[in-house]
């Protein structure tokens, strides 16, 4: 399905970004590229220093529903660092997988430069482009929701996504969750941006110190009682389990539901670059304080899914995500151990 949004003039390392001879920018549009090799660090330096970084990870709480409960005035560090990869996708060769027309303006002063493309190497790249392609995915299926008639959509942990700016859905209500610290840091981004708030979104601060997610979506005005779809993107690795599904059963509560959420398979299942790519950028969230924590086989977690109620699961790995976006036999493709899943609860599913 193509989407065409407003796009802003905004300039990034010297670049501008202009709309179309239409005045729109075109979205979901897959082009296919190579990529090099290079090399990875080893894995006992990667074990050194991610461990050192768990340590001080310890200062941070993570609860349900995935917000990382974080000292009030700090935004989250890889809410940033995926802002500015989405950012610096929008002026690289294959922007036409995903069009973000906000990505640069939202980032102001924080905003990459043009030359850090030719700095990119393999792992840099494929990381860039499962962001653009997560994202592309989602807001795939979250049309097709909308066409069931789906009209609420919740953002859990939403960091600097730009969904809200650029929704084409008249009717559609977006609710964003996140960190107080990290959602004051994003409308002060959007207002900084000279952007407006866009009104069919109600933004939800939660600190799961004092709160509790259902009682604030609900006093939102989130309708318990009707389907809802949620985005869950670049989350789940950094909760607990039990977080995990804890989330995942409130969702499965309500009939229609949907939830779309990235996770990663552990070292174990993955073949040598994919084990070296985990160590890699493992080691990259933990030094920030932000580890990644749990990894998931897949049919156990197809099957904990269906435990809980869920009767359609597209679970796509690495693979199928490069094979259905640049037309490459499946046969040719590699899994790294990135997934993209997404799970609804029909309104036919047996209680």
């Excluded at 700090?74 to 973000?100: C, M």
């Excluded at 600190?207 to 309708?223: C, I, M, T, V, W």
């Excluded at 996770?263 to 080691?283: I, K, M, T, V, W």
Aim: with cysteine.
């Amino acid at each position: 399905m193509g989407i065409s949004y407003p796009v802003p003039q905004t300039s990034a390392g010297g670049r501008r970004v202009k709309p179309d001879a239409s005045g729109s920018g075109r979205v979901l549009e897959a082009a296919p590229r190579q990529v090099k090799s290079t090399d990875w660090p080893g894995r006992q330096e990667m074990s050194a220093e991610m461990s050192q970084a768990v340590v001080k990870a310890c200062e941070y709480r993570r609860h349900g529903f995935g917000i990382i409960d974080m000292e009030d005035a700090s935004p989250s560090k890889t809410a940033l660092g995926v802002a500015r990869l989405r950012a610096l996708h929008q002026i690289s060769p294959e922007a036409a997988l995903f069009r973000d027309p906000y990505a640069i303006a939202i980032l102001g002063e924080s905003t990459p430069a043009e030359q850090q493309l030719a700095q990119e190497d393999t792992r840099s790249r494929r990381m860039r482009l499962f962001v653009a392609a997560r994202a592309r995915f989602a807001e795939d299926w979250l049309a097709a929701a909308v066409r069931r008639g789906v009209r609420q959509l919740v953002v859990l942990g939403a960091g600097l996504d730009t969904f809200s700016l650029r929704n084409p859905y008249p009717g559609l209500a977006v609710f964003e969750v996140d960190h107080p610290a990290t959602q004051a840091w994003k409308r002060k981004s959007i207002a900084d941006a000279g952007l407006a708030e866009p009104p069919a979104t109600t933004f939800v601060p939660v600190n799961f110190e004092r709160q509790r997610l259902p009682e604030e979506l609900a006093s939102a005005g989130l309708k318990s009682t009707e389907p809802s779809f949620f985005m869950w993107l670049g989350v789940v690795p950094y909760l607990t389990k039990d977080a995990i599904f804890t989330t995942l059963s409130y969702i499965s509560g309500t009939l229609g539901s949907e939830v779309v959420f990235d996770y990663s398979e552990p070292s174990e299942n993955r073949d040598a670059a994919g084990q070296a790519a985990l160590a890699f950028h493992a080691a990259r969230v933990a030094a920030v304080g932000e580890p990644w924590i749990s990894f998931f086989i897949p049919g156990e977690l197809a099957k904990s899914l269906r435990d809980l109620g869920f009767d359609e699961i597209e679970d796509l790995e690495s693979g199928d995500i490069a094979a259905r976006l640049s037309g490459t036999p499946k046969g040719e493709t590699t899994n790294a151990g990135g997934h993209l899943i997404r799970a609804r609860r029909s309104a036919t599913a047996a209680p």
